[in-house]
């Protein structure tokens, strides 16, 4: 399996079709607010399993840190360690530019998932799109 960059029309829809499955299918977000203003400004990655798009995530400068967002994974391939390649990919290209820290919103599910890759808890939970979240931070420094 291998990340690429998302530059053609075809690699962002194939992209937003993951996001649709997990998050508005499985999950029950809204479609409406599944998508949104920073989808032009944020920078988008593909999960590549052949050629098969498994998984996703996207990135975007705010206040100075790196923060990534919709980060998924197609049922029929987690635990095959896609997650990890998508944050690594993610802290890679925020590196390339220059950025020595990284945040996200993380499902509280998702969280020992992410204490494994480095991330530390920086909030108490919340309610984000009806499931509870927490803020976690790394230094990619």
């Known amino acids: 399996m291998e990340a690429k960059h998302v530059k053609t029309d075809e690699e962002r829809e194939d992209a ?3 996001r649709k499955k997990v ?3 499985e999950q029950g977000f809204p479609l409406e607010d599944e998508f949104d ?3 032009d400004a944020a920078e988008h990655i593909l999960v590549m399993d052949g050629d098969h798009p498994v998984g996703t995530g996207r990135w975007q400068i705010v206040d100075g840190v790196a923060k990534f967002e919709r980060i998924c994974v197609l049922p ?3 635990k095959f360690g896609v997650g990890k390649i998508i944050i690594s990919t993610l802290e890679e290209s925020a590196r390339e530019k220059g950025l020595t820290a990284a945040k996200l919103h993380g ?3 998702a969280e ?3 204490v494994k890759l480095g ?3 920086a909030s108490g939970a919340f309610i984000e ?3 509870p979240h927490i803020v976690m931070k790394k230094n990619l420094g």
Do not use: A, L, M, N
């Open 37 to 39: 203003q920073h989808e």
């Open 119 to 121: 991330y530390k808890s």
């Open 76 to 78: 029929s391939h987690r």
């Open 129 to 131: 799109d009806g499931i």
């Open 16 to 18: 937003f079709k993951i």
């Open 112 to 114: 020992p998932f992410y």
């Open 107 to 109: 499902q509280t599910q």
């Open 23 to 25: 998050f508005v299918e």
